[in-house]
Nanobody, 115 residues
Framework: QVQLVESGGGLVQPGGSLRLSCTAS????????MGWYRQVPGKQRDLVAT???????NYADSVKGRFTISRDNAKNTLYLQMNSLKPEDTAVYYC?????????WGQGTQVTVSS
């Protein structure tokens, strides 16, 4: 079991950058898969990026080359560096961890890209 707390969201202009953080309540060293998802009202929650305990990453096509996912096992923290932000990146961003057959989610952090 794990609790996840996101931070770092906010309002940013198009072309700007934000870094999201997700701090876990326990060590993440042994958690195989962690990731970021996002959701806009009325739509399903979509995958943004995932990272394994070995460092393998996967990105949605819409964010490739702009977003970078990373994890710091010593700090029990997952990150999402978001550059060249676009208005269509506006969403609530959720941290996710999969442990065995269970899925765990944070409460979400709002990212708004607008001039």
């Amino acid at each position: 079991q794990v609790q996840l707390v996101e931070s770092g969201g906010g309002l940013v202009q198009p072309g700007g950058s934000l870094r999201l953080s997700c701090t876990a309540s326990r060590t993440i060293f042994s958690i195989y898969a962690m990731g970021w998802y996002r959701q806009v009202p009325g739509k399903q929650r979509d995958l943004v990026a995932t990272i394994t305990s070995g460092g393998s990453t996967n990105y949605a096509d819409s964010v490739k080359g702009r977003f970078t996912i990373s994890r710091d096992n010593a700090k029990n923290t997952l990150y999402l560096q978001m550059n060249s932000l676009k208005p269509e990146d506006t969403a609530v961003y959720y941290c996710h961890a999969r442990i065995a057959v269970n899925n765990y989610w944070g409460q979400g952090t709002q990212v708004t890209v607008s001039s």
